[in-house]
């Protein structure tokens, strides 16, 4: 069974640096298009970054050149945020469309993490 796992979150004080991890557990071929994304209280849930299996990137206005989203291999995306503000704050979710095999051959399906809690504050 495919899962995704986030790592990394917690508090951190304004101006300070996170790096979360998203890996992929059970049998899979690979990952295409991933990305995370972050829900606030009260909030909808909002894109953050995405990054395509050919490396191509794309960042939300509010985190752009203050975030790096990569693959750190096969099954691990990074999303490395620097320059933290207390608007970070939120539960971030990581999402990734897997490639797998079945009985028929490859198949690719969309999953998400169990969410992860940054909290920027002093």
């Known amino acids: 069974q495919v899962q995704l796992v986030e790592s990394g979150g917690g508090l951190v004080q304004p101006g300070g640096s996170l790096r979360l991890s998203c890996a992929a557990s059970?049998?899979?071929?690979?990952?295409?298009?991933a990305g995370w994304y972050r829900q606030a209280p009260g909030a909808q849930r909002e894109l953050v970054a995405t990054?395509?299996?050919?490396?191509?990137t794309n960042y939300a206005d509010s985190v752009k050149g203050r975030s790096t989203i990569s693959r750190d291999n096969a099954r691990t995306v990074i999303l490395q945020m620097n320059s933290l503000k207390p608007e970070d704050t939120a539960v971030y979710y990581c999402?990734?469309?897997?490639?797998?095999?079945?009985?028929?051959?490859?198949?690719?399906?969309?999953?998400w993490g169990q969410g992860i809690q940054v909290t920027v504050s002093s």
């Open positions: 990054i395509t299996n050919g490396g191509r």
């Open positions: 059970g049998s899979i071929i690979g990952i295409n298009q």
């Open positions: 999402n990734a469309n897997i490639r797998s095999l079945d009985r028929v051959g490859t198949r690719s399906d969309d999953y």
